[in-house]
């Protein structure tokens, strides 16, 4: 079936037969001709995509019918669709029994259109079938329509041959024709989409022809007999089953294009004469297997039974005890397609093993056969068992062959009532299984009086046996549901990495693996109280943004130093002012609106946020008229130029005094008319004499307050007042063009960056297949191989002459009894050993007929004899040693030059190790470069924490983002912070963790107050309120909070993951900040034992003071 994509198909309903046929009345007609009968015998025309079922009466004048348009009797309408489109496709095609030949209508070369309908049983002929049901129940129907005829109305309508569908109007008729021209389907056989119907049927039609040619016509029927009435929940299992079945079994006259026979290694196309089964199934008892006497006897009788199991399959009928008569195709014989077909596919053999072979008729099993995979496979197997059968909606319905199909291949479709009863126990026992399924599911025992069903006692044993817990169950029924639900909730498994909150300590196990129950208390003493989240948020923003800013990096405890100063100005809040200051005086001169607090936006107009500070009343009765005079004229003039660094940015209070003044108000900034009415107003001091200042003041002052300089004033504005000012400041600098312009370069070389990750993993794999391949896996030697080997070298190494102590002397060549050393008798002479060697070189030479001969003649008969052969002998023997010797040097040679190639090689092979470490080393410094590079992007557009802990408390680390390098020029760590910040969950999370868990637990309630009870365990002292900061300071704190995560859970094996990623730069950075802050001594210095000098009090200025912005100086 056609698969449509994207969207359905709705049909246009089928019209009814009352507006497709008319009644007609018509004169008795004559007995019919045989002409007429012959006419009406022809075959009907094929039908065409576009047919108008006009139908013109062209008849004779004496046989004319008339029509009555009068109301008749009309046969009814399919009960569904099915029956409908054949009743309306038996009267379009018009291939009813024409029983008024006399009296027939003629159309445009179409046979009769006029039909009288008879009363009698035609199951193939639709108003045959109609009538004689009809009858049945109105007689008088019956007698109303034995005188008429209908003809197809004299209308024109519309047909598509691909869909079965009929148009009577041309409009739908091109909208259904318009929506098959779409390329929204898909091919169902061959998987092709993008297709319009037309196309996609015709491929379907296509592949299904192919499929039948190619599938081996001897299979056919034993495999749809074995499918037929099967109960299978999947067709994929169904065809394994029959595959394993049928893949060792062969048919008479399979087709040398399927069938291939193996024959002295080679694999020859072939056709099967002749199938023999084995003796055991014979009919007769012959005493050759080979020939039989009984021409039908049974082959593969029980391979279509699926009801028996393989292996008794298999004892019963085994397929390799057959015995097959095959013709071998013999290359250029009249069998062409078979050669043509081998040809193509690979299988063909020239030379003399055809020649050999070509043509000859051998006897085979089974073993020696196979099929060819194009033809006979698991999935073309599975597509023609899915192409023809079909099976209902029902549960456990059976799988039938098509009625079309059963016919073809005489396949009985009437269902036996033994088969029929054993579907319906099945059917009953596999629903009485789903049943007691779902209720062991739910909890619900069944009680013990219940009665058990009909098809449970009948059911042949030997049942299953029933599970303890079963039996336990029907043995006590006044088990309550609640208990039976909470014993299988508590043994059921959790599957890890689970919801935190379901993860439990376990003493016996999570101590042996270095985890620990109690968290590690944190440090909750943090700088500026409950503003300490506004310092770092501040902070962060400010080293995020560094660059846009022309702000060099600095440590929050730096900046914590910084404002808890106040005795003179420090450079890094001079800075800090001036840039942000910069920033909106470069953002004003680029043409930009000038930007206002976010908390401020849209709320009131400026002349409706004016009116608020005329309620401002400032120590000592200051108003704004107080501080109107001298902040005016700074509000116009901090925006016309940028401060310089040249001259240490001097002027910048003076700006920020401006800045506050234009743009701050008391819902953005409620304290900013105290901070300028502090930078520009000091109290008056008491008078110590009369003098010309103390006399009456002016109007710009206040009683009690003189006006006085914002550079003086500054370090003495309070610390929180500080932090206030230089957030507000952030809030409107985040708004600048230039803030944006730099998070969209983020976001660009994000995209970079991970392209660049991409490239570094390549060479990374690109390396590591390279380092394998000059390190192959040496496979282990035999032990023949070895010792071959070995006698090989200790050959090599010998001097190639005979071992004189293999070779016996005669008994009348032994010397006799002296003793000798070295050669050399004890009475002075020599002895006999060179002598002796010669003889026996001589000896060992000779072949065993010259033995035999010198044995025969004594030397004192023959003694020139002697001599001759003692010379020919010693000959021998030199001649043997130099061959060896000459072999020894061109062996020693040989394993020379191969050590020095062995040697190059090896050198080869090392200097190759040593350039794809130093690859490898390189990728690995970029990769870990890129991943810094990554983070800092990633983090420059929205700030987050690194994870969440079980009880949702949030980590985080604010080191390395933005413009804040992690790493500098040096290689060693920066930080920034040097700690680990946890803050405490807010209550909504924890509720949404608590509610994550009920539903991971099957619905089982989590209790608030457990949760609660546990934190406070776990937590202890260090238990955090919501939105409350705290931090880890040393790697030992860090370490045992490590010990504290649980990977197990969700969340917290998260953040292992993260932790793992990044624990050296973590602990890096702790570490540099305790040598900084003089916490620790570094290892270097203890090492040496270097006594540190204390220096005198104001000798060097603190760190923060030596802090310069090397950015605004262009030095970074």
Same mark, same amino acid.
């Given at each position: 079936?056609?698969?449509?994509?994207?969207?359905? +198909?709705?049909?246009?309903?089928?019209?009814?037969?009352?507006?497709?046929? #008319?009644?007609?009345?018509?004169?008795?007609?004559?007995?019919?001709?045989?002409?007429?009968?012959?006419?009406?015998?022809?075959?009907?025309?094929?039908s065409k995509s576009k047919s108008k079922s006009k139908a013109k009466d062209e008849a004779a004048p004496e046989a004319e019918a008339e029509v009555d348009e009068s109301p008749a009797w009309v046969p009814p309408d399919g009960k569904d669709d099915e029956e409908q489109l054949d009743k309306l496709l038996y009267v379009f095609r018009e291939d009813l029994p024409n029983g008024t030949p006399a009296a027939a209508l003629t159309g445009r070369g179409k046979k009769a259109g006029l039909v009288k309908v008879l009363g009698q049983a035609d199951m193939n002929g639709l108003m045959g079938k109609v009538a004689n049901g009809h009858a049945h129940e109105h007689g008088e129907a019956q007698e109303a329509q034995a005188g008429t005829t209908w003809k197809v109305w004299d209308r024109e309508c519309f047909y598509i041959p691909e869909t079965g569908e009929i148009f009577t109007d041309y409009e739908s008729y091109c909208a259904r024709r318009a929506f098959y021209d779409q390329p929204l389907f898909q091919c169902e056989v061959s998987g092709k989409s993008s297709l319009d119907y037309f196309t996609a049927?015709?491929?379907?039609?296509?592949?299904?022809?192919?499929? !039948?040619?190619?599938?081996?016509?001897?299979?056919?029927?034993?495999?749809?007999?074995?499918?037929?009435?099967?109960?299978? /929940?999947?067709?994929?299992?169904?065809?394994?089953?029959?595959?394993?079945?049928?893949?060792?079994?062969?048919?008479?006259?399979?087709?040398?294009?399927?069938?291939?026979?193996?024959?002295?290694?080679?694999?020859?196309?072939?056709?099967?004469?002749?199938?023999?089964?084995?003796?055991?199934?014979?009919? %007769?008892?012959?005493?050759?297997?080979?020939?039989?006497?009984?021409?039908? #006897?049974?082959?593969?009788?029980?391979?279509?039974?699926?009801?028996?199991?393989?292996?008794?399959?298999?004892?019963?009928?085994?397929?390799?005890?057959?015995?097959?008569?095959?013709?071998?195709?013999?290359?250029?014989?009249?069998?062409?397609?078979?050669?043509?077909?081998?040809?193509?596919?690979?299988?063909?053999?020239?030379?003399?093993?055809?020649?050999? =072979?070509?043509?000859?008729?051998?006897? +085979?099993?089974?073993?020696?056969?196979?099929?060819?995979?194009?033809?006979?496979?698991?999935?073309?197997?599975?597509?023609?068992?899915?192409?023809?059968? !079909?099976?209902?909606?029902?549960?456990?319905?059976? =799988?039938?062959?098509?009625?079309?199909?059963?016919?073809?291949?005489?396949?009985?479709?009437?269902?036996?009532?033994?088969?029929?009863?054993?579907?319906? #126990?099945?059917?009953?026992?596999?629903?009485?299984?789903?049943?007691?399924?779902?209720?062991?599911?739910?909890?619900?025992?069944?009680?013990?009086?219940?009665?058990?069903?009909? !098809?449970?006692?009948?059911?042949?044993?030997?049942?299953?046996?029933?599970?303890?817990?079963?039996?336990?169950?029907?043995?006590?029924?006044?088990?309550?549901?609640?208990?039976?639900?909470?014993?299988?909730?508590?043994?059921?498994?959790?599957?890890?990495?689970?919801?935190?909150?379901?993860? &439990?300590?376990?003493?016996?196990?999570?101590?042996?693996?270095?985890?620990?129950?109690?968290?590690?208390?944190?440090?909750?003493?943090?700088?500026?109280?409950?503003?300490?989240?506004?310092?770092?948020?501040?902070?962060?923003?400010?080293?995020?943004?560094?660059?846009?800013?022309?702000?060099?990096?600095?440590?929050?405890?730096?900046?914590?130093?910084?404002?808890?100063?106040?005795?003179?100005?420090?450079?890094?809040?001079?800075?800090?002012?001036?840039?942000?200051?910069?920033?909106?005086?470069?953002? @004003?001169?680029?043409?930009?609106?000038?930007?206002?607090?976010?908390?401020?936006?849209?709320?009131?107009?400026?002349?409706?946020?004016?009116?608020?500070?005329?309620? =401002?009343? /400032?120590?000592?009765?200051?108003?704004?008229?107080?501080?109107?005079?001298?902040?005016?004229?700074?509000?116009? $003039?901090?925006?016309?130029?940028?401060?310089?660094?040249?001259?240490?940015?001097?002027?910048?209070?003076?700006?920020? +005094?401006?800045?506050?003044?234009?743009?701050?108000?008391?819902?953005?900034?409620?304290?900013?008319?105290?901070?300028?009415?502090? @930078?520009?107003?000091?109290?008056?001091?008491?008078?110590?004499?009369?003098?010309?200042?103390?006399?009456?003041?002016?109007?710009?002052?206040?009683?009690?307050?003189?006006?006085?300089?914002?550079?003086?004033?500054?370090?003495?504005?309070?610390?929180?007042?500080?932090?206030?000012?230089?957030?507000?400041?952030?809030?409107?600098?985040?708004?600048?063009?230039?803030?944006?312009?730099?998070?969209?370069?983020?976001?660009?070389? @994000?995209?970079?960056?991970?392209?660049?990750?991409?490239?570094?993993?390549?060479?990374?794999?690109?390396?590591? $297949?390279?380092?394998?391949?000059?390190?192959?896996?040496?496979?282990?030697?035999?032990?023949?191989?070895?010792?071959?080997?070995?006698?090989?070298?200790?050959?090599?190494?010998?001097?190639?002459?005979?071992?004189?102590?293999?070779?016996?002397?005669?008994?009348?060549?032994?010397?006799?009894?002296?003793? $000798?050393?070295?050669?050399?008798?004890?009475?002075?002479?020599?002895?006999?050993?060179?002598?002796?060697?010669?003889?026996?070189?001589?000896?060992?030479?000779?072949?065993?007929?010259?033995?035999?001969?010198?044995?025969?003649?004594?030397?004192?008969?023959?003694?020139?004899?002697?001599?001759?052969?003692?010379?020919?002998?010693?000959?021998?023997?030199?001649?043997?040693?130099?061959?060896?010797?000459?072999?020894?040097?061109?062996?020693?040679?040989?394993?020379? &030059?191969?050590?020095?190639?062995?040697?190059?090689?090896?050198?080869?092979?090392?200097?190759?190790?040593?350039?794809?470490?130093?690859?490898?080393?390189?990728?690995?410094?970029?990769?870990?470069?890129?991943?810094?590079?990554?983070?800092?992007?990633?983090?420059?557009?929205?700030?987050?924490?690194?994870?969440?802990?079980?009880?949702?408390?949030?980590? =985080?680390?604010?080191?390395? @983002?933005? %413009?804040?390098?992690?790493?500098?020029?040096?290689?060693?760590?920066?930080?920034?912070?040097?700690?680990?910040?946890?803050?405490?969950?807010?209550?909504?999370?924890?509720?949404?963790?608590?509610?994550?868990?009920?539903?991971?637990?099957?619905?089982?309630?989590?209790?608030?107050?457990?949760?609660?009870?546990?934190?406070?365990?776990?937590?202890?002292?260090?238990?955090?309120?919501?939105?409350?900061?705290?931090?880890?300071?040393t790697p030992e704190q860090l370490r045992a909070f490590l010990s504290y995560l649980n990977p197990k859970g969700l969340r917290e094996s998260q953040l292992l993951k993260t932790f793992k990623a990044w624990l050296p730069e973590l602990e890096g950075g702790m570490k540099r900040r305790r040598i900084a802050m003089g916490l620790e001594v570094p290892l270097e210095e203890e090492g040496r034992r270097v006594r540190m000098s204390r220096k005198a009090a104001g000798d060097e200025p603190e760190g923060y003071m030596n802090w310069k912005n090397k950015r605004a100086s262009g030095r970074e």
């Amino acid at each position: 079936m056609v698969l449509l994509k994207r969207k359905p +198909v709705f049909f246009t309903p089928l019209p009814s037969l009352s507006t497709v046929l #008319q009644t007609v009345h018509a004169p008795p007609a004559p007995a019919p001709a045989p002409a007429a009968a012959t006419d009406a015998d022809q075959p009907a025309p094929k039908s065409k995509s576009k047919s108008k079922s006009k139908a013109k009466d062209e008849a004779a004048p004496e046989a004319e019918a008339e029509v009555d348009e009068s109301p008749a009797w009309v046969p009814p309408d399919g009960k569904d669709d099915e029956e409908q489109l054949d009743k309306l496709l038996y009267v379009f095609r018009e291939d009813l029994p024409n029983g008024t030949p006399a009296a027939a209508l003629t159309g445009r070369g179409k046979k009769a259109g006029l039909v009288k309908v008879l009363g009698q049983a035609d199951m193939n002929g639709l108003m045959g079938k109609v009538a004689n049901g009809h009858a049945h129940e109105h007689g008088e129907a019956q007698e109303a329509q034995a005188g008429t005829t209908w003809k197809v109305w004299d209308r024109e309508c519309f047909y598509i041959p691909e869909t079965g569908e009929i148009f009577t109007d041309y409009e739908s008729y091109c909208a259904r024709r318009a929506f098959y021209d779409q390329p929204l389907f898909q091919c169902e056989v061959s998987g092709k989409s993008s297709l319009d119907y037309f196309t996609a049927f015709s491929s379907e039609q296509r592949e299904v022809r192919q499929l !039948h040619t190619r599938f081996p016509r001897q299979l056919k029927k034993a495999v749809l007999s074995a499918v037929q009435f099967q109960i299978e /929940g999947k067709l994929e299992s169904l065809a394994d089953k029959i595959f394993e079945r049928f893949v060792n079994r062969f048919f008479d006259e399979e087709s040398e294009s399927t069938v291939f026979v193996e024959v002295e290694g080679d694999k020859y196309l072939a056709r099967i004469v002749k199938t023999f089964p084995p003796r055991s199934l014979a009919a %007769s008892t012959s005493a050759s297997p080979l020939k039989p006497t009984v021409a039908n #006897q049974p082959i593969h009788p029980f391979a279509s039974d699926l009801s028996l199991d393989l292996e008794e399959v298999i004892e019963k009928d085994d397929p390799m005890r057959y015995f097959y008569n095959v013709r071998l195709i013999e290359e250029g014989a009249q069998e062409g397609v078979a050669a043509d077909y081998a040809s193509a596919n690979g299988h063909s053999h020239d030379g003399e093993g055809d020649e050999k =072979w070509g043509g000859s008729v051998m006897e +085979v099993q089974a073993d020696k056969i196979s099929r060819d995979r194009i033809n006979f496979s698991r999935a073309m197997l599975k597509r023609f068992i899915r192409d023809c059968v !079909h099976r209902d909606a029902a549960v456990y319905s059976p =799988w039938l062959v098509k009625p079309s199909v059963a016919a073809r291949y005489g396949i009985p479709t009437e269902m036996p009532d033994e088969i029929r009863e054993g579907i319906q #126990q099945y059917r009953e026992r596999q629903m009485d299984k789903r049943k007691r399924e779902r209720e062991e599911r739910l909890g619900i025992v069944p009680g013990a009086a219940e009665a058990p069903s009909v !098809h449970e006692e009948e059911e042949e044993k030997p049942k299953k046996r029933r599970t303890k817990k079963a039996a336990a169950a029907a043995a006590e029924p006044e088990v309550k549901v609640e208990e039976v639900v909470e014993e299988k909730k508590k043994k059921k498994p959790l599957k890890y990495p689970a919801e935190d909150l379901l993860v &439990e300590w376990n003493p016996e196990r999570d101590p042996g693996a270095g985890r620990t129950e109690l968290r590690p208390p944190p440090n909750r003493t943090q700088p500026f109280a409950d503003q300490f989240e506004t310092l770092l948020m501040t902070w962060s923003f400010l080293n995020v943004m560094g660059k846009p800013l022309h702000l060099s990096p600095f440590t929050l405890d730096d900046l914590e130093h910084s404002l808890y100063h106040n005795d003179s100005p420090t450079p890094l809040l001079a800075e800090i002012h001036s840039c942000l200051l910069n920033a909106l005086v470069a953002d @004003l001169a680029a043409g930009h609106e000038p930007v206002r607090a976010l908390r401020n936006a849209g709320k009131v107009a400026d002349s409706e946020a004016d009116n608020d500070t005329d309620y =401002w009343e /400032g120590k000592k009765g200051a108003t704004t008229e107080t501080l109107a005079p001298v902040a005016t004229g700074l509000a116009e $003039s901090w925006k016309v130029k940028e401060i310089s660094p040249r001259d240490g940015r001097r002027g910048w209070e003076a700006a920020l +005094v401006g800045c506050l003044w234009e743009r701050a108000t008391l819902d953005t900034l409620p304290n900013y008319l105290d901070n300028i009415l502090h @930078l520009t107003f000091e109290d008056k001091p008491a008078p110590t004499r009369p003098t010309w200042s103390t006399g009456p003041s002016t109007a710009s002052s206040v009683a009690g307050l003189i006006p006085t300089k914002p550079e003086k004033r500054y370090p003495s504005l309070h610390h929180l007042h500080k932090l206030e000012i230089i957030s507000f400041l952030t809030e409107l600098v985040a708004q600048t063009a230039a803030i944006r312009d730099f998070m969209d370069e983020s976001t660009a070389a @994000l995209t970079e960056v991970r392209k660049d990750q991409v490239e570094a993993k390549r060479d990374y794999r690109r390396i590591q $297949s390279e380092r394998d391949a000059l390190e192959p896996k040496e496979q282990p030697k035999e032990n023949g191989e070895e010792h071959a080997e070995g006698e090989a070298e200790a050959e090599a190494e010998g001097d190639g002459d005979v071992s004189m102590s293999e070779v016996k002397e005669p008994a009348s060549r032994q010397p006799s009894p002296s003793l $000798s050393v070295n050669g050399i008798g004890i009475n002075g002479t020599h002895s006999v050993t060179e002598h002796d060697e010669l003889d026996d070189s001589a000896a060992g030479f000779a072949s065993d007929d010259d033995a035999d001969s010198l044995s025969s003649i004594s030397h004192e008969e023959n003694p020139a004899y002697a001599g001759a052969s003692r010379r020919k002998a010693m000959a021998a023997a030199a001649a043997e040693r130099e061959a060896a010797e000459v072999a020894r040097k061109e062996a020693l040679a040989r394993e020379r &030059e191969l050590a020095k190639e062995k040697k190059a090689e090896g050198k080869h092979i090392a200097a190759e190790k040593k350039r794809l470490s130093d690859e490898e080393d390189a990728v690995r410094h970029r990769m870990r470069l890129l991943e810094h590079e990554f983070r800092s992007n990633l983090y420059t557009l929205r700030a987050r924490p690194l994870g969440s802990d079980r009880y949702c408390n949030k980590v =985080w680390w604010m080191d390395g @983002l933005g %413009s804040a390098p992690l790493v500098g020029s040096d290689g060693k760590v920066c930080y920034g912070t040097g700690r680990l910040y946890l803050q405490g969950a807010e209550d909504l999370d924890l509720e949404f963790a608590r509610l994550a868990a009920v539903a991971a637990n099957d619905g089982e309630e989590v209790p608030s107050e457990a949760v609660n009870e546990r934190r406070d365990k776990e937590e202890r002292e260090g238990k955090l309120a919501p939105g409350e900061w705290a931090s880890y300071d040393t790697p030992e704190q860090l370490r045992a909070f490590l010990s504290y995560l649980n990977p197990k859970g969700l969340r917290e094996s998260q953040l292992l993951k993260t932790f793992k990623a990044w624990l050296p730069e973590l602990e890096g950075g702790m570490k540099r900040r305790r040598i900084a802050m003089g916490l620790e001594v570094p290892l270097e210095e203890e090492g040496r034992r270097v006594r540190m000098s204390r220096k005198a009090a104001g000798d060097e200025p603190e760190g923060y003071m030596n802090w310069k912005n090397k950015r605004a100086s262009g030095r970074e």
